[in-house]
Each structure stands twice: as structure tokens, then as C-alpha cells.
């Protein structure tokens, strides 16, 4: 059976859309659902953000070289990114609820085993494991709420779930910064056991398998390994572009391969009985319209929150708790938009919330990039507070766009290809917005140093500082003279607000696109399909 049929026949199989009875007892109940699956869902969320205020300390603790510290982040970012459809297809195969949990377990138990690692390859290795556990539990969590929730419900309860994996994801530095400053850098792998606990028990009390008449019975094995391979190497690329040089051989071939690997994919689809990612799916405009614009707002989002704290921390000098604490007005608004735009998206459709979110997203990403080395806190918080109130809708929108366009036997796929456009957009946002400061850092700072009628530098301490000031830190030492620290200091503020201010320039006009794209978005056709369908 091709991959057609597969979809065809998808479509014209009568689906039981009617909205079940209200669930009696625990197992089954939407909304006791929704919060069993947000428990896990914050775990891993919060340690996308978290562990990079551990990572100074894992450093000095376990004498790692920066590379290895790089790695702690990189492989768990890589093995997230290249398991996720192939774990929402698990999901799909053998139930949401088994893979969840599994999930749950598995990253619980190798957050506890890196807090007991007296090595950084121990914590590396189990860095890996954990973004292969996360990728089963992710696209899972999404598809328990397709399959629990009546259609007039659903985007509520995304919006609830966008709300958890908005306010983890900015709540990570700050909680971070608590425990290592005031416990150590173990109790931010430690955390998550008792959080792990919590949700598996709420799990198996609460969580209810659903599963579609026609749904996969076998695999894919050769798409599986291609898809891995090819996103592999698009995000390896992306995470060692800046590094090895946008131009360079290693950084084209792995690009390169990843176009190769991406095509040769697609057309083995084709012949395959029961395909990894059915691409008719992408015969839906809603749905590719939504995967395009998931992809461009964390493109946005990502990328702009990797200069913000290096702004606040490194030009305002503020600590990591702090730095968390100025972020709040973006928390807190994601927290108060996020359930919102799931009402105003069941009420009017996703069209006006995600077209209005990404509008309010450039417009905060446009006057993020008027930020100055002295703008005081309520001028952030301003524009921090707009682009929460952007962000929200989309993520709720665009999620429910996915998800809810795609056959209710493919909701895992659709949940792991919504989280995989993330990891993209996520990885090339910080790539690109990377490499426009880089080039504006070095294209600035030597004439600013000569304006400001400092001692030259010779073309390896230029490149010395030019690293240095792309995060923002000025290239002093303790030995200088505090009128030429302070010159210094000065020139470097300042070439790095104007990098940081092309960078979310950039930002703003990807926001620009996203908003257009965001005009083809619509109500997802098979959201109704999900509620009572196939109960076990």
C-alpha cells in the first residue's frame, strides 16, 4: 500500500466524532490529562534553558575543556532533534500513553544518573540519553490531548500546554540560577527525579491509551535512518557553522548531505507500504503553512533570546537570577496569552490570532533592536511583554494548525514534526542571528577602537576581542589602567548593542514573513477526529 493510499484511505474511513460523555473517575478526564502530561512536559521544556546557567560550574567542577562544556548542550540538542518524528511515529504504533511514559522514566532517571556522574563524558552520555527520552515524550503529550479533548476544546488545551512550555522555558534561568548559586550544579539534574515521580504516578492513575482503528502496525526502518542522518546533519551544520566558518568545506558538505539525505528521503516515501511521514500530508496547505511558521517564530524567538541574556548579563551586568527576573514580563505574559489564544482561536480560527501574534512579534523584535547599552528596565519589559503576547498565539496556533490538519493515526508524526520545526527554527535563528553579529562585530569594532584613540591591536588580538565582544564581554584585564578599562569597556557596549540591534532587525523582518505566511493558516479539518476515537 503506497503512501497515497495510505492517507486516502485515512480519508474516507468514517471516524467517530462525537464528542464523548464526561469521562467518570480519573483515567480519560481531558482536563486531569492536560495536567498529568504538563508535569512532564515542564521537565523537559525547563531544561532546555536551565542547564546553560549549570554549565560554568559543570566546568569548573569536572576540568572540562569548552568543547566538552559545548557538548553537554549539543548532544542532548542533537539527539532531540533527530529522534522526534520517529518517536511520535513509536507513539502512533503503540500508543501515546506507553511512550509517555516511557519518556517520563527514561529522562527522570538519566537527569538523576548526570548528577551522579563524576565525569563530563558520563555527563555527556547521559545528556544524550536524555534528549532521546524527551523526544518520546514530547510528540506524545500532544498526541494525548489530540485524542482526549472534543474539537471545541482542543486549542484551549494546547493553549495551556504552550503556556507550561512558554513559562519553562523563560522560568529555566532563573530556577537555575537559584540551585547552582545557592545548592549546586547536580540539583538542576536532581530536580527532575522527584518531578519525574510525580508524573509518571499521575500517569498511571490518569492517562488513558488511545489509539486510531488504522493505525501503523509496521516501520519504516529505511526512512528512519535517513530522516536521522539528514537531520543530523542539519543541525550539526547549523550548531558548527559559526565555528568552522559559513563558507567553509565541512560546514557546505554537511548542508550539503543534508539536502541530499532530505531528498533521497522524500522520494523513498513514495514506496514504501506504511511511510515514516506520509507525504501527502503536505498536500494540506494548512498544515505546511503551519510547519513553515512554526519554523520562523522560533527562528525569531530563539535567536533573539540568545542575545538578550547575553545583554543583560554581560552589558547591564546583571546576574543570572536577575536576568531571569527582567524576563518575567515575557514569562508572564505567555502565561496569561497562552490560554487566551486558545479561546480566541476555537471562537474566530487560528487565521486573525497567528497573523496578529506575528505582527506583534516583529513589532517587538523592531523595537528590541532599539535597545541601548543604558535603556532602563521599563523600556524592556515593554517590548519583553509584546513579544510574550505575540509569541503565545502562534504557538498555540500554529500547533493546533499541525496537529489538528493531519489524520488522527498520524498525530505523534504531526506532534514530532511540530517540535522538529522548532529544533530547526530554534538551531538556524541562533546560526544566523549569530553569524549577522559576528560579521557586524567585525566589520565595527576596529573602527570604533581607532575613534575611540585606543592603543592598536594587531590582527590576532583583534580577532581576540571580536570574540569577545560578540557575547558582549569587553576584551579588559585587571592590569589596565580604569580610564582605558573604561574605554574600552565602552567601545565593546557598544559594538555589541549595534550588532545585537541588525540581529533583531533581521528578526523582525523574518516576523514580517512569518506574518504572511500565517494568512494561509485554518482550522484543522481532522481535530474533530480526535475525542472517543479508539479507545483501549
Known sequence: MTSQTTVEKASREPQNTAVPAPAKGLRGHPWLTLFSVAIGVMMVALDGTIVAIANPAIQHDLKASLADVQWITNGYMLALAVSLITAGKLGDRFGHRQTFLIGVVGFAAASGAIGLSDSVALVIVFRVLQGLFGALLMPAALGLLRATFPAEKLNMAIGIWGMVIGASTAGGPILG???????????VFFINVPV???????????????????????????????????????IWALIKGAEWGWGDYKTLGFLGGAVVLFVVFALSQKNVREPLIPLMMFRSLPLTAGTVLMVLMAFAFMGGLFFVTFYLQNVHGLSPVDSGLHLLPLTG??????????AMITKFGP??????????????????????VGTGTLTMSIWFGLLGLGLAPVMVGATEVIVGNAPMELSGVAGGLQQSAMQVGGSLGTAVLGAVMASQVDSNLGDNWTAAQLPPLSPQQLDQASAAVEVGIPPVSGTMPPEIAQKITDVAHDTFVSGMSTAFTVAGVVAV?????????????NAEAGAGVGHI
Request: aromatic residues 6%; charged residues 15%; proline residues 3%.
Open 177 to 187: 540560577g537559584v540551585l547552582v548559586e545557592h545548592v549546586s550544579w547536580q540539583s
Open 196 to 234: 519525574g515521580v510525580i508524573a509518571l504516578l499521575l500517569g498511571l492513575v490518569i492517562l488513558k491509551d488511545h489509539r486510531a482503528e488504522n493505525a501503523p502496525r509496521s516501520f519504516d526502518i529505511g526512512g528512519i535512518v535517513l530522516l536521522s542522518q539528514a537531520m543530523f546533519c542539519l
Open 333 to 342: 505574559m505567555m502565561i496569561v496569552a497562552s490560554p487566551v489564544a486558545g
Open 351 to 372: 487565521r486573525v490570532p497567528l497573523v496578529g501574534g506575528m505582527v506583534f512579534t516583529a513589532i517587538a523584535m523592531f523595537g528590541m533592536s532599539r535597545l541601548e
Open 513 to 525: 514573513v512569518a506574518a504572511l505566511v500565517a494568512t494561509l493558516a485554518k482550522r484543522g479539518q
